[in-house]
């Protein structure tokens, strides 16, 4: 699809996106959109090339192929720190904030990273802690959270880039039923606060209570996309993800 076929309220589009290393292709041929104000899931096995995508999307390396627009404008070649810039924010999966700060101070620390003056920073960062329900926790230090509160952090040190659209790596990874539900309605207010959503995410439960539409990938190539439902319902899906037991 070339760049300019593209749906024209695109806020994200991947147009036949490859990634290969050493031989080895990671992904192939990837087509995605993301609406302004969508949220979107992606999932897959372990090795389906799902952070691949999200590494690509936010410049950590370039693709082998295709091209990447965000926002009306190519960003193909476009180093990590100007899509930042731009609107994309990005969360991992592996949470590691400043263990030496205080939880105001990791969030301080990326709104002034991503260039906004001391007040500014200020007042970002107390919105994103408020949004993530941490302002109690602003004097913590943040080595001394439990785990889902930091993943509460990662995402509001995300936000304290002030994205367009933000990519959320497994958050729901380890929580309990309760906390799930927690979390998710945070995604869905995310989306109420202006953003669109990436959701890479293995867990069936969270996924079904926040996506708008799913894209299912193996092996770097998409299987299917469509809604939750029709997705899980997918065949191909739920022999290469989730298994017959887990569909049901």
Do not use: W
Request: with cysteine; proline share 4%; glycine share 8%.
């Amino acid at each position: 699809m070339p760049l300019d076929a593209r749906e024209p309220d695109a806020l994200l589009s991947c147009i036949g996106v490859g990634k290969n290393f050493a031989g080895f292709s990671a992904l192939q041929d990837l087509d995605l959109e993301v609406a302004p104000l969508e949220i979107v899931g992606i999932i897959g096995p372990n090795g389906a090339g799902k952070t691949t995508l999200f590494n690509l999307i936010a410049g950590m390396f370039a693709p082998s192929s295709g091209r990447i627009a965000f926002d009306g404008r190519d960003i193909t070649r476009m180093p990590t720190y100007r899509r930042t810039r731009m609107g994309i924010g990005r969360t991992f999966q592996l949470i590691s904030p400043f263990s030496s700060m205080t939880v105001y101070e990791n969030v301080h620390t990326a709104a002034q990273a991503n260039g906004f003056r001391s007040h500014q920073a200020k007042t970002i960062t107390e919105h994103a802690l408020e949004s993530l329900q941490l302002t109690p926790l602003s004097r913590q230090s943040a080595a001394d959270i439990n785990a889902v509160e930091g993943k509460r952090l990662e995402v509001a040190r995300a936000l304290a880039t002030r994205p367009k659209l933000i990519l959320l790596d497994e958050i729901f990874t380890g929580l309990n039923v309760d906390e799930v539900g927690e979390l998710a309605q945070v995604v869905r207010q995310l989306r109420s606060d202006g953003l669109a959503v990436l959701i890479i995410e293995h867990n069936v439960r969270a996924i079904r209570a926040v996506a708008d539409r799913v894209i299912a990938i193996d092996a770097g190539r998409q299987i299917c996309s469509g809604s939750p439902e029709s997705v899980f319902g997918n065949a191909q899906v739920m022999e290469s993800y989730l298994g017959t037991r887990a569909a049901a």
